[in-house]
Each structure stands twice: as C-alpha cells, then as structure tokens.
C-alpha cells in the first residue's frame, strides 16, 4: 500500500477560494491522504466550509483554533498529522490532480528526503510557471553541499531565490519537518516558510528537484495600506537570527556554507525585503529596496490608470498615494472582484468612461504584459498611452512613510 501523506491546510478568511483548494486535494490520483484543514480563527464562513467537506469525506479532519498566525497553524496541523510524509497547501491556492502521485514516484524511486517542483503564479487571470534556479536533478553528497546549501538562499542576482523557500511546492518527510517545524518562532510571520524549509533542507540526505508545475500560487497581497510596517527591523531581526543559527549549526558550515552564507544572506535578505517592501538593518545603511515607479517616465500631474492588482500595482499605488506625483484616476484589473481590495480595484471596462493621460501596466513579467496590451487594444485604447516599464529594483531611502520621488537611473545605482 503506498504511504499515507498528510495535506496540512492553515486557513484564515478565503472563503471565496477554500472549495476550490479543498476540491483540488480531494481530486488527487494519489488517494492515501490524511488532510487537515486548520481554520485559525477566521471569522467568515471558512470554519463552516470546513465542517461540511469532512461530514462528507473521511479522509479531511478539521482544527478549529484561535487566530494565531501561519506558523501556529501549521504547527497544530502537524500535531495530529498521521502521515508518514507531508505536504502543505495555502489555502487560497490550488493544485493539479497528479501532483502527489508524481512527488512520492520520485521520492520512491530516488529514496529522497524532500521533493520540490516549480509552480504557476496566478495573477489576475494569467499564470506564469516559476521554477527553481537550481536546475532539476537528484542531489546528495558531496553534490549537494555545493550545488543545494551553497546556492539555495541566492543565485547570481537580486530577485532570484536559489530554490523556493515555500513549504507548498514540496513533499517532505514527516520526520524531518517535525524536527524544525516546531521550532519556528511563531514571531516569524513575516518568511515564516524560509525560516522552517531551509532548515528542513540542510538536514536533507538526498533532494529531488523537478521542473514539472503542478501548484499554482495565487497572488495576492494582504493589505495596500500606505507606509511602512514600524516593526520591519524586529521582525527582520528574528528571521536574519534564525536562519543563522541553522546555517552555522550544520555540520556542513566549516567549509561551503561559512563562506557562502554572509555573502548569501545579504542578498536573501534584500530579496525578501523587495518581495514585502520592509526594512532592513542588516547592512550598515537604513534602506528598502523596491520596485520603484518610473518617476522619470512619466509626467508629474499626469492622470494615470494603474493596471494590476499584484505586487509591483500595489507598490506603485503606494507610492502614488504617498507622493502625490500622478492622480490615481483608477485601479484596474481584470479578476478585480476577487482581488483582495474590490472596493479600489475597477473592471478594465471603466476605462472607456475615463479622462486620463496614460494605463501603466504594473507587472513583472513581459508575457503577461503582452496580454494585457491586448486587453487593452480590445477597448480601443491607443497605443500612444499605453506605457509598461520592466519594473526597476532600486532604493528607497525613507522616514518612516515618506517615498523619495527617485529618478529612474539613480534607482539601478
């Protein structure tokens, strides 16, 4: 009989996403699965959601908890998990009908310890497979020690995680996740699963990585508050202080990892404060480095249309918010009802209503982009006020709330 996995599934406030979730774990070809739904407290109907799919099905058990944030969440889950192998699903994301299957084959066959797959980003509609900077491939000793823990932090240049630090592209043994995973200070909410899964891949014997994408992601952002979060330096501090304690404390750091890991850690760091738009006082300099507007591209005063509700359209609103440069005339995007904020994100379709001076498209990626100008086309846009710029990481320096207006080729410096 093939081995029992246990699904672990932290849930808070996405009633709008948890059946698709739940549905997508139910409709595995690998059928031996144990799956706990933590509800952490949520006050929509979440909990209810829950109670009717394990009424339903045997295999889903449910934890109803006070709010206590991903990592207590997981850690529940874990304490009653029977498997001999987990996995974790965010509870707003989905996944494809053989992704499990797939996973344990490869462990089986490779008699591995963790196995990680790419995964698709879902923004608005579109995907985009995101995979591993570390190529695919069986790693173990000595092959592992340089290629894996030397590299998976950082790989050669900002934006780039060496290999995901997300607990939900993986397949891990259930031993080495409770070693660690207990032992993430649940203050660590902020890179919460790159304090527990780097730690779980350094006691790794043998890593599959694979290109194949059976996750997909959903983005989204929690809040589009402006300003910063004033406690970015301590929670900063209990991540930079975990990771490495971990690292140093491997039997692998007097070599590779001892002079790896400063040059690996600063990197990781400002990757990581890009990704949540914190602060950082690992350096010697108070900075933040972001997706920064293309202040110089565009006119100030200019009435500008922001399309896209991810990442770089919530920093970009931001900063538009906090500068006053440009009049945000509107927010749009094309899954705006279930975006995180529909009471400022519109339908694209109010662009034919409004007086406005150029659309921004506020994505990363380029294919995307693409097909966002052809959205655009759609509704007789023209080309003239159509403007897309390869978002530019730069440095913020900040008071508390205030954005610098930077000019664009100071941001690259």
């Known amino acids: 009989m093939k081995p029992l996995i246990s699904v672990i599934v932290p849930i808070y406030q996405v009633e709008r996403y948890l059946r698709q979730c739940i549905d997508s774990i139910l409709d595995q070809t690998y059928e031996n699965l144990d799956i706990i739904l933590v509800d952490d407290g949520s006050s929509d109907a979440c909990g209810a959601i829950c109670d009717e799919y394990a009424e339903r099905n045997p295999r889903i058990r449910v934890i109803h908890k006070a709010n206590?944030?991903?990592v207590s969440a997981r850690k529940a889950g874990l304490k009653i998990a029977r498997g001999g192998w987990v996995a974790y699903v965010d509870s707003d994301d989905w996944i494809e009908p053989t992704m499990y299957e797939m996973m344990w084959k490869k462990a089986e066959r490779h008699h591995a310890d963790v196995v990680v797959t790419a995964h698709q980003e879902s923004y608005d509609g579109y995907e985009t497979v995101r995979k591993n900077h570390i190529p695919p491939g069986v790693y173990e000793e000595p092959?592992?020690?340089?290629?894996?823990?030397?590299?998976?932090?950082?790989?050669?240049?900002?934006?780039?995680?060496?290999?995901?630090?997300?607990?939900?592209?993986?397949l891990l043994k259930k031993e080495v996740v409770e070693k660690y995973q207990y032992d993430v200070d649940d203050r660590i909410w902020d890179g919460e699963d790159h304090a527990f899964i780097y730690s779980v891949i350094l006691e790794a014997k043998r890593v599959?990585?694979?290109?194949?994408?059976?996750?997909h992601h959903r983005i989204r952002s929690d809040s589009v508050a402006v300003g910063y979060d004033t406690r970015c330096f301590e929670r900063f501090s209990y991540l930079f202080n975990h990771l490495k304690e971990r690292f140093s404390s491997s039997p692998y750091w007097n070599g590779v990892l001892e002079r790896q890991f400063p040059f690996q850690m600063r990197w990781f760091l400002l990757k990581h404060i890009n990704t949540e738009l914190g602060i950082s006082n690992y350096d010697e300099h108070t900075m933040t480095e972001a997706f920064v507007f293309p202040f110089s591209e565009i006119e100030k005063g200019s009435r500008v249309v922001i399309y896209g509700a991810g990442k770089v359209g919530v920093v970009y609103y931001r900063q538009l918010k906090t500068t006053k440069y440009c009049e945000v005339c509107a927010w749009v995007a094309k899954d705006h009802a279930s975006c995180a904020w529909p009471q400022l994100v519109q339908s694209p379709q109010v662009i034919r209503d409004l007086n406005y001076d150029k659309i921004l498209i506020a994505v990363?990626?380029?294919?995307?982009?693409?097909s966002i100008k052809k959205n655009l086309f759609d509704l007789e846009v023209p080309e003239s006020k159509i403007v897309w710029f390869s978002p530019t990481l730069g440095i913020l320096r900040s008071s508390k709330t205030v954005y610098l207006e930077l000019d664009r080729k100071e941001a690259i410096k």
């Open 208 to 215: 599959v990585i694979l290109d194949e994408a059976p996750y």
């Open 143 to 170: 092959r592992i020690i340089d290629e894996v823990f030397g590299k998976m932090l950082y790989v050669d240049e900002i934006g780039k995680w060496g290999l995901s630090p997300a607990c939900w592209d993986k």
């Open 364 to 370: 990363k990626d380029e294919n995307v982009m693409a």
């Open 68 to 70: 206590g944030g991903l």
